[in-house]
Every structure is written in C-alpha cells, then in structure tokens.
C-alpha cells in the first residue's frame, strides 16, 4: 500500500484527500484515542474561531471583532460559573504546563 505523504499546509492536504480513498492508504494508519481525536478538534475550532475573526475584523473592522471576542469570553465565563469551574485557575495550569 502507498505511504501518505508529508504535507506542509492544511490545504494542500484537504486537496490530496479530495483525489485519494484513504483505503489506499490503510497500511500506513494508527488506532486514535478518543481523546486524541477530541483535542484534533478542539484545534481545529480554535483555528475556525480564528480565521472567522481575523474575516470579520477585515471585512467589518476592529468594533465588531472586538464585540465578538468579548461575547465569546463573556460566554465561556458564564459557562465556567455554571459548571462552577474558576477560569482563572484553569488558565493558571495551562500557563504553567
């Protein structure tokens, strides 16, 4: 079976899988955890939230990224205090790893 090949973007490889069957590639595949896959895509959001940012700061200025950056923590803050989660803590230990 055919090896995958390095890739240096993300888009060069969403264009080599949109012409390839990953059948054809089975050999040179690995068993993902279920927490590896979880942290693929939280990766994954945080580069969408990101670009859509980065899109609207572009297209509708600073104001409006801002307001929906401050939304976002606004609501992950609400988030932490229903879970009764302290934000602070948990952005310490990031920090510090």
């Known amino acids: 079976m055919a090896k995958i090949p390095e890739f ?3 888009e060069e490889e969403q264009e080599f899988w949109q012409t ?3 059948v054809d590639y ?3 595949t690995e068993e993902v955890s ?3 896959v979880a942290a693929i ?3 994954e959001q945080d580069r969408q939230v990101a670009r859509l940012l980065s899109t609207i700061r572009s ?3 600073d104001g409006a990224a801002e307001a929906i950056r401050t939304s976002i923590c606004d609501l992950i803050e609400k988030e932490c205090r229903q ?3 302290n934000l602070s803590d948990i952005l310490a230990r990031k920090k510090a790893a």
Do not use: I, M, Q, Y
Request: charged share 45%; proline share 0%.
């Open 59 to 61: 297209e509708l200025g």
């Open 8 to 10: 240096k973007t993300l």
């Open 41 to 43: 895509n939280a990766r």
């Open 20 to 22: 390839h069957s990953a």
């Open 26 to 28: 089975l050999d040179d």
């Open 83 to 85: 879970r009764g989660v």
């Open 34 to 36: 279920d927490e590896e």
